[in-house]
């Protein structure tokens, strides 16, 4: 039996396992120092030709490095070692990452909206020779640095990867938009085509950054994980021999592609504990990938899960009854909520 819960969880956990092996920084490392150089190019050269297209894509650029190197801050941070103040560790330092990253996309994608309007009203001169060349070694530069990070394959599992790999394409789609504008300009002297194509880039860039928003502060709120039905993990629990009935089910996700959950179980006499909680275990490694269980017994009772005075999370009266050490003062929580678990 254990042999197959094992199988089943390596075809999940190519993902999980060695958690820290998986995301390796190479990719990001060759992305961040490709991402800056061409920065400067583009800073230098926006400047130079007053294009907002290339300056609005070196402003890209600028968050796409600062977005690389937060990653990697992250995937070292991730590494260290749990402590007894922070049993989780870092874990969550990815999430945080790719958070952060998502909320920078979208200010930087209001910026872009705010500047672009500006210049709908009287659209300056640009250089569009100059610009179309920038634009392409700016493209050159952003699809390089995001056929390493997809080779690197993190993206797909990882919020944190996929944080700075959603940075980088919307980067190619700035300079992609840079050269179809520097091209219009240079054929019909329409010089709208800048301002025009800047917020369609942003439009792009927003809708990315939401998913990605959404997602990471899904975690950061534990969230049940997207994937895993929550009333079909209670049904596979219930199902066990010798369960009467769950309650407090919680599942959530530590950071990604690390799954946690918990649930009070009440469980009749028939079978020893011992022996439920392995089929208990199983079911939840086997159908949902979910490799860290934590599962309390207790006595079928008559129905009721919650009397007065019992914590449960799932009502409000049980919720109240988890807040105990409120009760005896604040600076007694403040103090000692790590130590005093009533």
């Known amino acids: 039996?254990?042999?197959?819960?094992?199988?089943?969880?390596?075809?999940?956990?190519?993902?999980h396992a060695h958690r820290g092996?998986?995301?390796?920084?190479?990719?990001?490392?060759?992305?961040?120092?490709?991402?800056?150089?061409?920065?400067?190019l583009e800073v230098v050269g926006g400047l130079l030709t007053n294009s907002l297209a290339l300056l609005a894509d070196a402003g890209h650029m600028l968050t796409d490095a600062a977005a690389l190197a937060l990653a990697l801050f992250a995937i070292w941070l991730a590494r260290r070692p749990a402590t007894p103040e922070r049993s989780f560790g870092f874990l969550r330092a990815e999430v945080l990452a790719a958070f952060i990253n998502a909320v920078t996309l979208v200010v930087m994608s209001i910026f872009i909206f705010i500047e672009a309007f500006r210049r709908f009203g009287e659209p300056p001169e640009v250089d569009s020779g100059p610009m179309l060349a920038v634009a392409f070694a700016g493209l050159a530069a952003n699809a390089a640095s995001a056929w390493v990070l997809s080779r690197g394959g993190g993206h797909q599992h990882n919020l944190n990867t996929r944080g700075a790999f959603l940075h980088v394409v919307g980067d190619m789609l700035g300079s992609v938009g840079a050269i179809v504008a520097a091209l219009v300009m240079m054929a019909t002297g329409w010089y709208l085509a800048d301002p025009i194509l800047s917020s369609i880039i942003g439009l792009l860039i927003l809708r990315s950054a939401w998913f990605l928003l959404k997602e990471s502060v899904d975690v950061l709120l534990d969230a049940t994980p997207q994937g895993i039905d929550s009333n079909e993990v209670q049904g596979a629990l219930a199902e066990v021999d010798g369960v009467c009935g769950v309650h407090d089910l919680h599942i959530w996700t530590v950071t990604s592609g690390l799954d946690s959950m918990s649930a009070h179980v009440q469980v009749n006499d028939t079978r020893e504990w011992n022996d439920v909680v392995v089929d208990l275990t199983d079911a939840m490694r086997d159908r949902f990938g979910i490799a860290h269980v934590t599962l309390q017994p207790e006595s079928c009772g008559g129905g009721v899960h919650v009397t007065t005075g019992e914590c449960s999370l799932d009502t409000v009266d049980g919720r109240r009854a988890c807040i105990t050490a409120l009760e005896e003062g604040h600076h007694v929580v403040s103090a000692h909520a790590g130590h005093h678990h009533h």
């Open 21 to 40: 092996e998986r995301v390796s920084p190479k990719p990001l490392t060759i992305a961040l120092l490709i991402t800056t150089g061409f920065m400067i």
């Open 1 to 15: 039996m254990s042999s197959h819960a094992g199988h089943r969880h390596d075809h999940h956990d190519h993902q």
